[in-house]
Each structure stands twice: as C-alpha cells, then as structure tokens.
C-alpha cells in the first residue's frame, strides 16, 4: 500500500505564483517528513524536513498529523524551482529509511 | 568531498545475468542505503548497511544482496536479472544507525538497462 501519496504528477505555474504541493502520509507511528528535490542534472537531495521548522529556499511545510498531509508551499515561485519533487516519510529503526511518493514535477513558467 | 559515488554511472545487461553496483559514501558516513528508482516512480527502499551488517529491509527479493565493506562503501548485487530490474539505482548514506539519523545524502546513481 502507498504510504506516501502525492497526486499530482505535473505542476505547471508562473514566475511569482504561488506553489503548493500536495503529499498525504499513512503511518501509524510518529512520522518524520522530507521534502527531497532534484533539480537537472542533479542528484536528489533534501530540502526540508518537518521537525527543523525552517524556511529553505523560501519553502515551507507544516505537518498536520490530523489531516495526515505535509503539503510543501511557496508563496512566488522561481525559475530556479523547476525541479522534481518528493516527499519522503521517514520509516524502520530510528526513521533511517525513507519511503518516497511519486513525485511532482514542477515546471515554472517565465 | 565528493559526497556519495555510484559506480558504474551506467549498465546494460542480459535477462539472466548477475550485476553488482558500488557505492562509496560521503566522507564521514557509516551507513549505507540502497534505493531502486523505475521510471517515473519515486525510490524505493531495498536495503541498508551499518557495520557490514544488513540491517533493515524493504520488499524486495533474495535476489537482491548486498555487502559493505570495513572502510563503510557498499555494494548492492543482483543475480538472475529480470527486465523489470531495469530502473536507476540509487546509493545514499547516512551517519549514525544506532542513534536518530535525519538527513540521507544521494549519490547521481546507477542506470541498469537489462534487455
């Protein structure tokens, strides 16, 4: 069964728009949520996870464990964020393994 | 620091073969993750290394193994490749197993192709 779900594949917004990725979890434990990002050319690497708080790349993403979600949000998006988007939940042992969504692929149009 | 390396970057090998990927992780690392990515999916978790020993597993068959080495590199092995093990391997390491362990660093990865 997905444990992480983020249901849209493909997200297309202008330069200054705002930027919202959706991603829902299932998991019976404490999560610990990531964002992971991939940008061309580039290996994945992380961008935030929940328990830092922390604004990267003026990215946000709260977890609401009522709702289940950690949607990644942007108040204007960049050029700079077309990039391949995953949210990951943090499973096992000490959260050391990560089970991936799908992805979103996000494109930003000038 | 060259952080996490993959080699080979890429493969090609026959259904029925046996292949072994290799990874070295970053500088400082002793933990070992092993990822398949097929096309237009998200990772997913094969296994992972601390003290050369295996010590967590995802979903996956016997026919995947693995093996980690005194100086924390790994490698991941696959014997009677099928064509739905063609996707891109990705090695991520991490530090610390025993305590919590947050962050997981990708190498570029691995692309098998098996025809």
């Known amino acids: 069964a997905q444990r992480v779900t983020q249901p849209e594949k493909l997200l297309s917004v202008f330069k200054g728009a705002p930027v919202e990725l959706k991603c829902n979890y299932s998991?019976?434990?404490?999560?610990?949520l990531f964002w992971y990002v991939q940008y061309s050319r580039q290996r994945l690497q992380l961008l935030l996870r929940?328990?830092s708080r922390e604004s990267i790349k003026g990215f946000t993403a709260d977890l609401n464990k009522g709702e289940t979600s950690f949607h990644l949000k942007k108040p204007f998006a960049q050029e700079e964020d077309s990039a391949m988007y995953y949210c990951a939940l943090g499973e096992g042992y000490g959260n050391n393994r990560l089970a991936f969504g799908k992805g979103n692929q996000v494109v930003v149009i000038p | 620091d060259a952080g996490v390396t993959q080699s080979p970057t890429h493969l090609i090998k026959t259904r029925g073969q046996q292949v072994t990927l290799r990874c070295s992780p970053k500088s400082g690392h002793d933990t070992v993750s092993w990822y398949q990515q097929a096309l237009g999916q998200g990772p997913q978790f094969i296994f992972q290394y601390y003290e050369e020993e295996e010590r967590q597993r995802g979903n996956f068959p016997d026919r995947f193994s693995g093996h980690q080495f005194p100086n924390y590199s790994s490698e991941l092995n696959v014997n009677a490749l099928l064509l739905g093990d063609s996707a891109l391997y990705l090695c991520?390491?991490?530090?610390?197993?025993?305590?919590?362990?947050?962050?997981?660093?990708f190498g570029p990865g691995t692309r098998l192709t098996v025809t």
């Open positions: 991520a390491s991490s530090l610390g197993y025993a305590r919590l362990s947050y962050e997981q660093y």
């Open positions: 929940h328990i």
């Open positions: 998991y019976s434990g404490s999560p610990e």
